[in-house]
């Protein structure tokens, strides 16, 4: 079956780059997003990839592609406190959202 | 435009039980999806709605579980006789089409089953 994994926990310091990381099995994806959510609000989308394509770049946040291995990356740039929420990778085999499957979410602790 | 909302926030529920939890979509919005987060795991489709319609259930336990979006008022996602294993977040999305790129989503219900 359709599995998306993430690591659950990510620190990193004010001001550095972080990396959030996402795994997923189904070769046939062909969208794959991130959401962020922050504490007690909703999921909101930030971005998305088709699957031919390696990266994607959106002012702070770059996001690559290795189709090969199926995993997936989200690089924000200049982190700040207002990053600190829960990443979720999602994955799809089109762009009806019925057929999203998430990942569990990384939270993002970004320290003074 | 207000946000995706659902309601209540919190819900807590004695075993056997029923449950109501409610979404208003966005303004102008017609297509509305549920999912369901299980602790420490990732977001589960459960049902796609359109008005008055249930377009795809897949995702949706096969017994004491219901939803409905009327085609005036929220949406509504029944779960009847609760048990422990209904905790979870409860999370609804809305959109102008049924394409998963334009999808916004609530700030999600927590049930919990004591």
């Known amino acids: 079956g359709e599995d998306v994994e ?9 001001g550095d780059s972080s990396v959030i990381n996402c795994t997923y099995t189904d070769s046939s994806s062909t969208y794959l997003y991130w959401y962020k959510q922050e504490p007690g609000a909703g999921l909101q989308l930030l971005t998305y990839i088709f699957s031919n394509m390696d990266m ?11 189709k090969k291995d199926k995993h997936l990356s989200l690089r924000i740039a200049d982190t700040q406190t207002g990053d600190s929420a829960i990443y979720f990778c999602a994955e ?6 019925q057929n999203f499957v998430f990942g569990p979410g990384t939270r993002l602790s970004v320290l003074p | 435009n ?16 029923e449950a109501r939890l409610r979404c208003s979509p966005m303004k102008g919005h017609s297509h509305v999806y549920w999912y369901r987060q299980l602790p420490e ?16 259930e897949s995702g949706m336990p096969k017994e004491r579980f219901s939803a409905e979006f ?9 779960i009847q006789q609760v048990v422990r294993g209904d905790s979870a977040a409860y999370f609804c999305a809305s959109s102008p089409t049924q394409y998963g790129d334009t999808q916004y989503f609530g700030p999600g219900t927590r049930l919990t089953v004591l």
């Open chain 2, 2 to 17: 207000a946000g995706v909302m659902q309601n209540p926030r919190h819900l807590v529920r004695r075993r056997g039980q």
């Open chain 1, 92 to 97: 799809s085999p089109d762009n009806y959202g």
């Open chain 2, 41 to 56: 795991e990732g977001l589960k489709f459960m049902v796609y709605l359109q008005k008055e319609n249930i377009i795809d």
């Open chain 1, 56 to 66: 994607k770049q959106d002012q702070r946040l770059t996001v690559l592609l290795n």
């Open chain 2, 70 to 78: 009327p085609k005036e008022g929220p949406s509504i996602l029944r």
């Open chain 1, 6 to 14: 993430q690591s659950l926990f990510l620190s990193v310091r004010e």
